[in-house]
């Protein structure tokens, strides 16, 4: 298991299923998409809309491509 990232911060969360433990799969919150007490990861860093997190629970580390865009693309000629 990996040590926690020492610039996690429970201050800077998301709310994005852990690929590794999985936790989420049978919390009711996590199942409608809404924000659980419980099943938050760290966010470490983001570039644009990539995300750099951490698993409180088995300290994955991984990054996540949230592809949501706060600007539309460019149309094309």
């Given at each position: ?15 994005v ?33 990539l ?27």
């Open positions: 298991m990996l040590p926690l990232d020492p610039h996690a911060d429970p201050g800077r969360r998301a709310w299923p852990c690929p590794q433990c999985q936790d989420t799969r049978h919390c009711t919150p996590c199942q409608q998409r809404r924000t659980c007490p419980t099943h938050w990861r760290y966010l470490l860093t983001n570039v644009g809309t995300l750099h997190l951490q698993c409180p629970h088995c300290h994955h580390l991984w990054a996540h491509e949230t592809s949501f865009r706060t600007t539309p693309k460019p149309p094309h000629p």
